[in-house]
Nanobody, 124 residues
């Protein structure tokens, strides 16, 4: 079992930045890809970014490409999401998850463990 705890969310003005963290416990995540997803009110959960087990490969949703950066520190069992140039449409609850694959995928069905989420609100 892996427990994931997200942190770093909050209220920020459009154009601002936030850095989300996802701390894992219970088991090392170093052998697994990790992903970030988000869910806005009334919408389905959507893929944001994923990173391979080594950190050498990353993929992003088109809506965040060039603004968000996913990274990981396997020594700390932690994954990060740096979010810059935030827009009101980025407002959502952000979740991190453990992918059963090693390379990172966009499909939520590939992810076994999920955190409880952290709220990000971007005001205009």
């Amino acid at each position: 079992q892996v427990q994931l705890v997200e942190s770093g969310g909050g209220l920020v003005q459009a154009g601002g930045s936030l850095r989300l963290s996802c701390a894992a416990s219970g088991r090392t995540i170093s052998g697994y890809a990790m992903g970030w997803f988000r869910q806005a009110p009334g919408k389905e959960r959507e893929f944001v970014a994923a990173i391979s087990w080594s950190g050498g490969n990353t993929i992003y949703a088109d809506s965040v490409k060039g603004r968000f950066t996913i990274s990981r520190d396997n020594a700390k069992n932690t994954v990060y999401l740096q979010m810059n140039s935030l827009k009101p449409e980025d407002t959502a609850v952000y979740y991190c998850a453990v992918d059963r694959q090693r390379w990172g995928t966009r499909s939520s069905s590939s992810y076994d463990y999920w955190g409880q989420g952290t709220q990000v609100t971007v005001s205009s």
